[in-house]
Nanobody, 120 residues
Framework: QVQLVESGGGLVQAGGSLRLSCAASGRTFGSYAMGWFRQAPGKEREFVAAISWSGNTDYEDSVKGRFTISRDNAKNTVYLQMASLKPEDTAVYYC??????????????WGQGTQVTVSS
């Protein structure tokens, strides 16, 4: 059982930066791969980034070079550093724990989401 709580969302101007945090409960945090997904109104939930237990990372092409996912197992926390933000990045961002990959179905636990809004 893992509980995830996202924070750090907000409104930012295009070209700006935000850092999202995901705090996890439990002592088995290091056993899970972690992912970030996002969902805009009228669209399906889409993959953003993932990090494995060993630190391997994967990014969706549109965020590659702009976003960085990292984890601190000692603090049970996962981060998504977002730079050069674009209006197209506007969405609710979700943190997830499970198996390393790009498919939402591979993840077992989900946070409540945090809103990111990028103004033009």
């Amino acid at each position: 059982q893992v509980q995830l709580v996202e924070s750090g969302g907000g409104l930012v101007q295009a070209g700006g930066s935000l850092r999202l945090s995901c705090a996890a409960s439990g002592r088995t945090f290091g056993s899970y791969a972690m992912g970030w997904f996002r969902q805009a109104p009228g669209k399906e939930r889409e993959f953003v980034a993932a990090i494995s237990w060993s630190g391997n990372t994967d990014y969706e092409d549109s965020v590659k070079g702009r976003f960085t996912i990292s984890r601190d197992n000692a603090k049970n926390t996962v981060y998504l550093q977002m730079a050069s933000l674009k209006p197209e990045d506007t969405a609710v961002y979700y943190c997830a724990a499970g198996n390393y990959g790009r498919k939402p179905a591979w993840y077992d636990y989900w946070g409540q989401g945090t809103q990111v809004t990028v103004s033009s």
